[in-house]
């Protein structure tokens, strides 16, 4: 299998001789130039001389324009016959005229440009244009998702590229998509990914500043986009910018006057005038069509692919976005149209259901009250920024369980100092992995790499690898020795304290009150730090054996730390 960095450099090269081709045409690894008889030279030249010589009678111009007429003619007759007798020629021999010298060159020509693309590929990997990439995964829905491209060409004027991930559709959805070209790029998976790997792999493709999320079963309108980036760059806390439709769950939904798609668009273009007052903070955005950019991208991470073809997996990132201290808006002067469900409604009501309780299941496994958690974030956030100690309320804070309340009070400050990065969720003294299989202790909130055996009894954690390179880059261990044991067994932790210890438990250590042994602690620098669930704990490896037992006043006396979450399951070998 190839690499993402092969991947990205063959679509490179195929975009860029796509782009070339107005002015060459490039066939089996040769250039061949479009030759057209010049005939505006002698036109040109007859000018001059007319120029030079004075005016000449209306007899000889009228004998030259003949002339020119002929020879054109001529040229075309001689080329279009010569095109003829080679064909005829080759049909006669009924094999390839290219001489062994030819085919040497061609293949040379071939490999050249191949390398060539790949090396240019790679070399632009990372680069960002100043403009929005539309990702649209889809399964075996080619008619909804060939509307929806049309939709943006005709209605987006921003600079873009339209990623469609097809999750190995049987409808011929790749093959309509390549046909169409322009600013659509394709990335057809082996498998069903399901939304959630979708979405992945198009984020892996990504090269915009901006991203949309966008399902393949909704119509943009003139407008969308520009207001939604206009909602987006009103205030630096809000991180993730949806619109309004008319089918959807929660507050996005709103009434409309159409019952035909025909007479939408005339709603839509009343709707979708500029209206800053219809921008609105909010608490939850469903997955048909997200904004939000790069940086945000960056510090949260990638969609969890635990999630079955769809439905939860958007609730789970919005939870992570909202942790790492970003707010959610409405675009309410933003409208699109959306069929609704059209995937998930075409596995039955059967197997929709099933697939539905099994993902809210996971759910609520892996978060336990996210909403609670996340009033807990917000709370320690502005703790951390006041210097308010752990447990004490500050002043003025008269709902502590309302994350908007909470965040929205922090305009004043500089907003690289509010945001936090998916790594300030893992616990310290973890091992991560990326998909090539390089391993990584996270250590001061530094990744140091290991250049030695992974220690017996450890399961390192894979993480996509943007997330790894988020995380600053610490001076790789060459020792064992410099090697601190995660998770560690119990009977290490009470005889091996390190500095920065509580209550002679060791910095790293596992602990859990005895009058609640399912909540577990890590201890990290003279803090507490929970993790959010069983099943997180378990993700990174903590199990009864690692834990100690503690008094429940022990706990309380120290200071709360981040909490520590699942990181997302990858399933694509490509992130």
Known sequence: ?????????????????????????????????????????????????????????????????????????????????????SMRKSRRKGKSRRTPKGARLYKQG?????????????????????????????????????????????????????????????????????????????????????????????????????????????????GWLDNMMTCLASDSKIGVVGPVT?????????????????????FAATHNRPDADKHRITDRLVGFCWLFSRELLERVGYLDEGYAVGNFEDDDWIIRVKLAGYQLAVAGDAFIHHFGSVSMKALGEQDFAVVNKDNEQFYSQKWGDP???????????????????????EEGDTNPMDPRQRISTQGSQDPALQFRHSYDFYPEGSFLSDAKGDVYTLTGGR?????????????????????????PAGEALISAEDVQGWPRESQQVHTTAVHGSHNGWAEGSIVAAVDAPEIRYQISGDKRRRFVSVYAAERWGVHSGNIISVSADQLNSMEEGWPIIAPPQLLNPDL
């Open 1 to 85: 299998m190839s690499t993402p960095d092969q991947q990205r450099g063959e679509e490179s090269h195929s975009h860029s001789n796509k782009v070339n081709a107005r002015n060459v045409v490039r066939r089996k690894g040769h250039s061949h130039l479009n030759i057209i008889p010049n005939i505006s030279t002698h036109s040109d030249n007859s000018r001059s001389e007319n120029n030079r010589n004075g005016s000449i009678s209306s007899e000889k111009k009228a004998a030259r324009r003949a002339t020119q007429h002929d020879v054109s003619r001529s040229d075309k007759a001689v080329l279009h016959a010569a095109g003829r007798r």
């Open 110 to 222: 071939y490999t050249r440009g191949y390398n060539e693309g790949v090396r240019q590929g790679q070399s632009s990997f990372g680069l960002v244009f100043e403009g929005v990439s539309i990702i649209i995964p889809t399964y075996n829905q080619r008619e909804y998702v060939l509307q929806c491209v049309s939709s943006i060409e005709k209605h987006t004027p921003a600079p873009y590229e339209i990623i469609v991930v097809d999750n190995a559709s049987k409808d011929g959805t790749a093959e309509a998509m390549r046909r169409k070209g322009g600013m659509v790029r394709v990335a057809a998976l082996d498998q069903n990914r399901g939304f959630a790997g979708g979405v992945n792999h198009g984020l892996m493709m990504a090269r915009g500043r901006h991203i949309i999320v966008l399902n393949n079963d909704t119509l943009v309108t003139p």
């Open 246 to 266: 008319n089918y959807i769950g929660g507050d996005q939904q709103i009434q409309v006057p159409y019952r035909e798609v025909e007479e939408m668009w005339s």
């Open 371 to 393: 909403h609670a958690l996340v009033a807990e974030t917000c709370r320690l956030a502005r703790q951390q920024t006041s210097g308010t100690p752990s447990g004490q309320q």
């Open 447 to 471: 990744r140091r790499k290991l250049n030695i055996p992974v220690p017996r009894g450890i399961s390192p954690v894979q993480i996509a690898k943007p997330d790894l390179l988020a995380i």
